[in-house]
């Protein structure tokens, strides 16, 4: 969105379609992360948080479907010399990637509605949602224009589902850090167990696409693509960082009851939701480039 509005003829649709998009995967990841934890941790949780957390995960689906529309509609534009209403275009769109990757995703966030509705009995189909919502993304994007294809669209799909779940419990694991006591610190304790492995998963995934999308190493520090993702790496470390501050210093305070203790890990927790933020602007960003330049 930036780089595009920074760029030597700046095209604010073009910017306007990054936006979208930024706000099309944060809002989807964020609604399969929810039904992860719900399908982890719901049972850890006390009913009230299990109802807000419900509810959060509706109003994500809902901002999904609609970010996810509006993006398709900027692709229309793009497509029409500026006219999202277009109907031939439409017609051409729907049965294009894009159009397919966005079908995808609304049967995802559909599913992971119903689940989060239905409850526990529905785990399977709050799942096959999750699944869903990760794999429509590799109907998009540079994954789909370089090889080997299977192993690109593979690691997106585990890159994706890892960092779902790490977007997706900030927020549960906030209120239940507000609410402190031992329940609280059984929920985050669990929780970080289970993310040790989830995140060398992330990390794993996310060095095989950088290596396969870029190439060289030299084009990490000379293309606006590999700019972006250095940016996106720095984030993603500061994130961590913010993991091993909350697991090391902060979460054994809260097991032991140490007064302020879950106070003090919400805000922390809070921090980290603004930096994860950061970390979809720089995917943004890097959608909006080419990994490598023309020819290579």
Do not use: N
């Not at 370089?146 to 419990?169: C, D, I, K, N």
């Not at 006591?181 to 990390?203: K, N």
């Not at 500061?238 to 302020?260: C, D, N, Q, Y």
């Amino acid at each position: 969105m930036i780089l595009e509005l920074l760029g030597p003829e700046p095209d604010l649709l073009r910017g306007v379609s990054v936006a979208l998009r930024i706000a099309y995967y944060l809002t989807c990841l964020s609604a399969a992360g929810l039904a992860i934890f719900a399908m982890g941790f719901g049972h850890l949780q006390e009913a009230g948080d299990v109802a807000a957390c419900r509810r959060l995960t509706l109003v994500m689906v809902a901002a999904g479907l609609a970010s996810s529309l509006a993006w398709l509609a900027a692709q229309v534009a793009l497509a029409s010399s500026g006219d999202p209403f277009d109907t031939e275009i439409w017609d051409m769109m729907l049965t294009s990637r894009p159009g397919i990757s966005v079908l995808i995703t609304w049967a995802g966030l559909l599913a992971v509605a119903s689940a989060t509705w239905i409850g526990r009995r529905a785990l399977m189909i709050g799942a096959a949602g999750v699944l869903a919502i990760a794999a429509s993304f590799t109907e998009v994007g540079h994954t789909t224009q370089h090889q080997p294809r299977w192993l690109l669209a593979t690691a997106l799909v585990v890159h994706l589902l890892a960092a779902a779940f790490w977007v997706g419990s900030l927020w549960p694991l906030m209120i239940a850090s507000r609410r402190a006591g031992p329940e609280a610190a059984r929920i985050v304790e669990g929780w970080a167990r289970a993310a040790s492995w989830i995140v060398g998963g992330l990390i794993l995934a996310g060095v095989t696409l950088g290596w396969l999308l870029v190439g060289q190493l030299g084009l990490f520090v000379t293309t606006a693509y590999g700019l972006a993702l250095l940016t996106k790496v720095t984030l993603v470390g500061v994130l961590l960082g913010f993991a091993a501050w909350h697991r090391f210093r902060l979460t054994p305070g809260l097991a032991a009851g140490a007064p302020g203790s879950g106070a003090r890990l919400a805000v922390s927790i809070g921090w980290e939701i603004v930096v994860m933020v950061l970390v979809f602007w720089a995917v943004g960003e890097m959608t909006s480039t080419s990994p490598r330049p023309e020819g290579l």
